[in-house]
């Protein structure tokens, strides 16, 4: 079982190149969210979906896109990237918010703009 | 918002002792999950417990929904148990989304 997979682990950037951070989860998970995570913290919701085709702001979405074009793939954006969006990021899904049904998390990747 | 505080921030144990985490937090709460985040950073899920105790092997939690914490018990700790503990919570208000709110984690380091 794969389970949720990032692509790709690591990654430098130059402040202002754009990339594309793909996330892809094979257990028909409705809901799939992106989350960040700087040295010493706990992770930060960046933007989440509830289905197909649906994308939400959390609590930090500033100088981030997403899209859920098919329901197994969550693609995170950055346009424009920033020294402050260096971090690790996360991706995690669930089948549904009600019941016993946890999030899974990916390995992450680590992002780092200079 | 509601706010996650974990205690204690930093624990350092002999291998065979045993630890309780804490997690508290300011509102109800739909799903509270710990976590384990390995030295290689992986997230791993030990317990999705919005109330009630768990057990699985040396770990179990406790939640306490009416008095807003959570505790992890660490029995027998080995070094393989060494890491950072998360405590997640998902607001019960607004209608739930699933959008978890972490703690900023207990940092476990257990000695041989």
């Known amino acids: 079982n794969a389970g949720v997979t990032q692509t790709p682990k690591f990654r430098v950037l130059k402040t202002g190149q754009s990339m594309t951070l793909l996330c892809a989860q094979d257990?028909?998970?409705?809901?799939m969210y992106w989350y960040r995570q700087d040295p010493g913290m706990g992770l930060r919701l960046i933007h989440y979906?509830?289905?197909?085709?649906?994308?939400a702001k959390g609590e930090v979405p500033d100088g981030y896109n997403v899209s859920r074009l098919k329901k197994q793939n969550f693609l995170l954006g950055l346009e424009s990237a920033a020294p402050s969006q260096t971090s690790v990021y996360f991706c995690?899904?669930?089948?549904?918010?009600?019941?016993?049904?946890?999030?899974?998390f990916g390995d992450g990747t680590r992002l780092s703009i200079l | 918002g509601i706010q996650v505080e974990q205690s204690p921030p930093d624990l350092i144990l002999q291998e065979g002792a045993n630890s309780t985490l804490r997690c508290n937090f300011s509102?109800?709460?739909?799903?509270l999950q710990w976590f384990h985040q390995n030295p290689w950073g992986q997230l791993i899920n030990l317990f999705y417990?919005?109330?009630g105790t768990k057990q699985n092997g040396r770990l179990s939690a406790t939640t306490v929904a009416t008095e807003r914490y959570s505790l992890l018990y660490i029995s027998s700790s080995q070094t393989t148990d060494s890491g950072v503990y998360f405590c997640?919570?998902?607001?019960?208000?607004?209608?739930?989304?699933?959008?978890?709110?972490f703690g900023k984690g207990t940092k476990l380091s257990v000695k041989p």
């Open positions: 995690a899904s669930s089948y549904s918010v009600r019941g016993n049904q946890p999030q899974h």
């Open positions: 257990m028909n998970h409705e809901y």
């Open positions: 979906s509830v289905g197909e085709g649906t994308t």
């Open positions: 509102d109800s709460v739909n799903n």
């Open positions: 417990i919005p109330s």
């Open positions: 997640a919570v998902d607001p019960y208000y607004g209608g739930s989304q699933g959008n978890l709110i």
